[in-house]
């Protein structure tokens, strides 16, 4: 399987989210988005697809031990900057003055983990108010009910996009640009897949992988169910 993002209909709808963040918004309009969606939709795989297509793009996985301090110490990495004072402040106008000078998408991965940290939020806030940043929060489905309780944050997204379930047509484009050897697979072989795996974009990406390699040791182009194997599973 080729080391390459598929690009589906979750990541053609994350890429139109980046467009309104950053070639057709209005000074006026706030530069926070939210991507959100149930684990395995592959939100962090748009989200690199994303970062690659940009040339001016930041990313940070949120961890669960986050402080105000080390966001600021981690951010300050990811914008080149070695000087890293130890007052807080201090660190805080650095990143200001350094998103002022050199404007930055900052895609913000596993975002749920600051939904309970309010001076962390307060803290993203500021640097969006003051520089104009893009940010772009990912997190998982239950990221937008938090949200919608922090109204300071909340009145500051101006562009939402939920990750949905595959469809067939989101597994033909995988095939056609993950597989190798130009292999095929059969659309009774696809529902399949989507039937076992409910449409996660992960255990389908697994499932692929594994029909791709029966393929290429039985030495066929094509492999439909019947090749594979009407009560074999998938996953």
């Not at 080391?3 to 990541?11: K, P, R, S």
């Not at 395995?40 to 795989?45: D, F, V």
């Not at 029909?211 to 439909?224: H, N, P």
């Amino acid at each position: 399987m080729k080391y390459t993002i598929a690009y589906t209909e979750n990541v053609a709808q994350a890429s139109i989210l980046l467009s309104q963040l950053t070639s057709s918004r209005s000074p006026a309009v706030p530069a926070i988005g939210l991507m959100d969606g149930r684990p395995g939709l592959g939100k962090t795989m748009a989200t690199l697809k994303l970062l690659n297509n940009i040339e001016n793009g930041v990313y940070l996985r949120a961890v669960r031990l986050e402080t105000p301090g080390s966001f600021l110490d981690r951010l300050l990495k990811e914008l080149g900057i070695r000087d890293r004072p130890r007052n807080k402040m201090v660190k805080f106008e650095r990143v200001v003055d350094a998103l002022s000078m050199e404007p930055k998408v900052i895609f913000l991965d596993e975002a749920d983990y600051y939904m309970d940290q309010p001076d962390l939020l307060e803290m993203i806030r500021d640097i969006h108010d003051l520089t104009d940043t893009v940010i772009i929060l990912v997190g998982m489905d239950k990221i937008a009910r938090k949200v919608k309780m922090l109204p300071q944050l909340d009145s500051r997204i101006s562009a939402r996009y939920e990750f949905q379930p595959a469809a067939i047509e989101d597994l033909q484009v995988m095939v056609r640009d993950l597989l190798e050897d130009g292999i095929e697979v059969a659309d009774d072989l696809l529902r399949r897949v989507l039937l076992e795996t409910h449409g996660s974009y992960r255990l389908s990406a697994i499932a692929l992988e594994t029909i791709e390699r029966k393929a290429q040791v039985d030495g066929v182009q094509l492999i439909d169910l019947a090749h594979w194997g009407e009560d074999e599973r998938v996953i």
